[in-house]
């Protein structure tokens, strides 16, 4: 039971450059989410997606997409890095997809740090 | 919309001294609370979580938190920290129908423990 899979763990790129992170959960969940963790900030939410075929923004969208590839798989795409994008970013799924109806428990994956020179 | 605040950025403490780690929230509607702790290298994995009826709940690891509603606050406590509870903890909230259902996190409170 691996639950919710990054990759890759560890990257290093240049300013301008582009690179996707990668997230898959093997829990059935409807939900999945892309936070960015910083120091003294907490976790701040960039996109989600309720469920297989809709994404939307979350509080610190600027410079990324995201693709919900299918149920299994939600990626993060940076298009041309920039040195405030240094950051470590966490995938989460949960089995809750809108409504606002229950609690909201996120399963969340190892993280992937980024650096962006 | 929903926002958390996590009163203490750091909190040294003595192994086997106990440790109370603070949070308020604030909302419009109705709240489910949740702590989430996260080891160094490491993911966040739940600790424990209120959904309704009674206001102390218990989680892994011998913490348990207390829901105050008049007070906004669900303040995490252990009565004897080890060595091993050293790991970041976050607080967050999200709301109940009407509101949001994606959780707001905290800012994060760093347990350091001494041995």
């Known amino acids: 039971n691996a639950g919710v899979t990054q990759t890759p763990k560890f990257q290093v790129l240049k300013t301008g450059q582009s690179m996707t992170l990668q997230c898959a959960q093997d829990?059935?969940?409807?939900?999945m989410y892309w936070y960015r963790q910083d120091p003294g900030m907490g976790l701040r939410l960039i996109y989600y997606s309720a469920s297989e075929g809709t994404t939307d923004k979350g509080e610190v969208p600027n410079g990324y997409n995201v693709s919900r590839l299918n149920k299994r798989e939600f990626s993060l795409r940076l298009e041309s890095a920039a040195p405030s994008q240094t950051s470590v970013y966490f995938c989460?799924?949960?089995?809750?997809?809108?409504?606002?109806?229950?609690?909201?428990?996120?399963?969340f994956g190892a993280g992937s740090r980024l650096t962006v020179l | 919309a929903q926002s958390v605040t996590q009163l203490d950025s750091q909190v040294p403490v003595f192994e086997e001294a106990p440790v109370e780690l603070r949070c308020n929230y604030s909302s419009s509607v109705s709240v489910y609370l949740f702590w989430y702790v996260q080891y160094p290298n490491q993911g966040l994995q739940l600790l424990l979580k209120?959904?309704?009826?009674?206001?102390l709940v218990k989680g892994i690891n011998g913490f348990e938190a207390e829901f105050n509603k008049s007070q906004t606050s669900f303040h995490l406590r252990k009565p004897s920290v080890h060595i091993s509870d050293t790991a970041e903890y976050f607080c967050a909230v999200s709301e109940g129908s009407g509101g949001s259902y994606i959780p707001t996190f905290g800012r994060g409170t760093s347990l350091i423990v001494h041995p």
């Open positions: 209120y959904l309704s009826g009674s206001t």
């Open positions: 989460a799924s949960s089995d809750l997809g809108g409504g606002g109806s229950g609690a909201n428990v996120l399963t």
């Open positions: 829990m059935n969940h409807n939900s």
